[in-house]
């Protein structure tokens, strides 16, 4: 007979967590995260503003609309200020209250969130999931599983949908569906984006919070001893241990905590919040509302779960005003401000003055200094525009240029060379500043002048 093998795996998978429904104020406010986040996501590639889609970033054309604004590719510093701002703010919300993005307003817990209530509508809560999950497969079970999972990939492929509606047209992206005339591109994007979010909001849920999502790892350096995270009053709950509603737990030498593990069987990562504040908490408050329900039921004081503080569980005062918040909410208004700013006041032109670079200037046949440009002019309007291009700064300055106006279309781009010529004796020093502009002949408004160098020899 041969040898046994007692070797032990090294890897242990982890246990399916079932999280038990848990109602609420935090879970109602989730919920209205969920529904308010996933109506914009679903809604918005649906609504239509001025002939076009409200929302479409049109990659082939090179547009990005957003409502009544219309983006460029060179208008990309917008949206590395975007997000920075975003940054600062997750860095500013962390710092006051722990992890409020990934409890209420992250993709994998709002989908999860989502998945998780279609799951329960059909399977029933914790107790009869894992009651189902232990069944032997029969038809009833087949049926159950089948039709959960009917429902989970008809989301899971609609938000697929709804993601490459945002990229093209949706109405025309759902006409070219029905009949399966979509591009390569198309087809994998709509079937990538379904199943990762079948694979993630299904089956991966706490596995992406705890093993995938880099936040984890880096979210205590954040923290301070002034930062609202939700915590267990272990001078209150302890000893902890199972008693009746009639019974006086100081008589028994009980604390507030009947053990019930109801905060742990809520616990969308299946922590126990009464081990202390781990990395794994994704501060979705659902051991608090639950925990309020016993204590509402035992006719205990509320909070023995709860959002507080390292130095108020230590009896110290509470600082929310703090150095960093000020700096974090100042950097952000600043931010947030000038982008809304230079937003409101930009101006759908972009014009770059090149010189030629092989020689600094020319002296022609009449004696003329000469300097050769090249403008690259981008028309960043929805609308097609004839410009008129202008030189000042030097008197007696002459543009040589095929014509002084010019047509380009929307998002189109220009080269426009042209000269400069002016007599020797009008040059008075040997680098002059001169200034371009450019105009719209229509809307004066759209105008750019851009400054730049005459360079010629020593002035007299």
Known sequence: MGKKDNTDSLYASDPKIYPRAVSGLFAMWRSIGVFVLLGIYYIVPWLDWANRQAVLFDLPNRKFHIFGLTFWPQDFFYFAVILIIAAFALFFFTAIAGRLWCGYACPQTVWTELFLWIARKVEGDRPKQIKLDKMPWNAYKIRVKATKHFLWLALAAYTGFT????????????????????????????????????????????????????????????????????????????????????????????????????????????????????????????????????????????????YTTENAKQGKSVNLFRPRIIVYATALILMTVSLAYAIATRIPLEVDILRDRTRLFNETDEGLIENTYS?????????????????????????????????????????????????????????AEILMTVTAVDNPDIQIIEPTRFLGPTGR
């Open 375 to 431: 403008l690259q002019i981008i028309n960043k309007d929805e609308q097609n525009h004839h410009y008129i291009i202008t030189v000042s700064g030097i008197d007696g300055m002459k543009m040589i240029i095929k014509s002084d106006t010019v047509q380009i279309k929307s998002g189109e781009v220009l080269d426009v060379p042209l000269r400069l010529q002016i007599d020797p004796y009008d040059l008075k020093k040997r680098s």
């Open 163 to 306: 993601f490459v509606g945002y990229f093209t047209p949706i109405d025309e992206l759902a006409s070219r569906i029905v009949n399966l005339s979509l591009g390569p591109w198309e087809w994998f994007w709509v079937i990538f984006y379904s199943f990762a979010t079948w694979g993630n909001a299904g089956f991966m849920r706490e596995q992406v919070c705890i093993y995938m999502c880099p936040y984890a790892r880096f979210q205590s350096a954040m923290f301070d001893d002034n930062t609202l995270i939700i915590s267990y009053d272990e001078q209150r709950g302890e000893p902890r241990g199972s008693r009746k509603k009639s019974d006086d737990p100081d008589s028994k030498g009980l604390g507030s905590c009947i053990d019930c593990t109801l905060c742990v069987q809520v616990c969308p990562t299946g922590i126990d919040i009464r081990d202390g504040l781990q990395y794994q908490c994704i501060a979705c408050s659902a051991c608090i509302d639950v925990c309020d329900s016993v204590m509402d039921k035992m006719n205990y004081e509320r909070g023995l779960i709860r």
